[in-house]
């Protein structure tokens, strides 16, 4: 059967009232790979950062209790969770009560190793105290190469210089493959190796405007392009997409070895 037909996306769906595991479905890492330079893939490391920001339950006296859930999933595993049956799953545990913010993160842990066979890393609740903490941009100082954008043209092109460079692109638009809907999103790439001629860049960033993937299908699609295109001695490559459904999806991958280790989750669009 079509993996669209066994999704909850785009479909009409009523919402739990109690904890159901069951909602969460599997998307497969290897469905979104089958373009892909092996020889790319062969090189390629990292994870992808989830924030989850509608994530309610009880304590044990039956108050309320709010939280931003966020979490990795290394881009090693088989699986990775269909995001709105996240939504769906993470819905149902409104009206559960929960005797410490430990035990709901272990409950969210066990239900994605029991139904998707996914491991999550790195998982943290925040308090609406801590919320204002995490806004911070930390990536002021690096340039945004959006203003270079001049044609549709998708060819990335390299000087004869070495150098080390990190630039942004914050109008990155492609389509949801299941509903048609636009996503957005804004693309860190920082690497070492022949100087990538950013206004390519910036082209082949926008090139893909009307195209169709998963968030983590993009990140590992530009790995794959730039890397092989470019030839990058390392590179590293993170897409801090819009929030849809009160999830944001931030895809990383690098070389490995380029960053010691996978930066921690950032709120940033």
């Known amino acids: 059967e079509p993996m669209t037909n066994t999704l909850p996306l785009g479909r009409e769906v009523e919402y739990p009232t109690s904890l159901d595991r069951s909602l969460l479905a599997a998307v497969s890492r290897n469905d979104m790979r089958g373009t892909l330079a092996p020889n790319a893939l062969s090189k390629m ?5 989830w924030q989850c920001f509608e994530l309610a339950c009880l304590d044990n006296a039956g108050r309320p209790k709010i939280f931003w859930l966020s979490f990795s999933i290394s881009s090693e595993s088989k699986n990775i969770p269909e995001s709105k049956s996240l939504k769906l799953y993470l819905g149902s545990l409104a009206n559960h009560k929960f005797s410490s913010p430990d035990e709901l993160l272990h409950e969210i842990s066990e239900a994605h190793l029991e139904k998707l066979g996914v491991k999550l890393e790195n998982t943290n609740l925040s308090t609406p105290s801590e919320w204002p903490l995490n806004l911070k941009n930390t990536y002021a100082l690096i340039q945004p190469i959006d203003s270079l954008v001049n044609s549709e043209s998708s060819k990335i092109e390299t000087k004869d210089s070495l150098v080390s460079k990190a630039h942004f692109f914050h109008s990155f638009r492609a389509v949801c493959p ?39 299908y993009w990140a590992e699609k530009m790995f794959s392009d730039i890397l092989v295109s470019a030839s990058c001695q390392e590179l590293y490559l993170q897409i801090f997409f819009s929030r849809r459904g009160g999830i944001s999806i931030n895809p990383v991958r690098q070389t490995k070895g380029f960053y010691s280790s996978t930066p921690l989750p950032k709120i940033y669009r």
Do not use: K, M, W
């Open 45 to 49: 490391s990292g994870s992808d950062l």
């Open 178 to 216: 299941v509903t048609s809907q636009p996503d957005y999103g804004s693309i860190l790439v920082s690497y070492r190796g022949a100087e990538i001629e950013p206004r390519s860049l910036a082209n082949y960033f926008n090139s893909f405007r009307t195209s169709s993937g998963f968030h983590e």
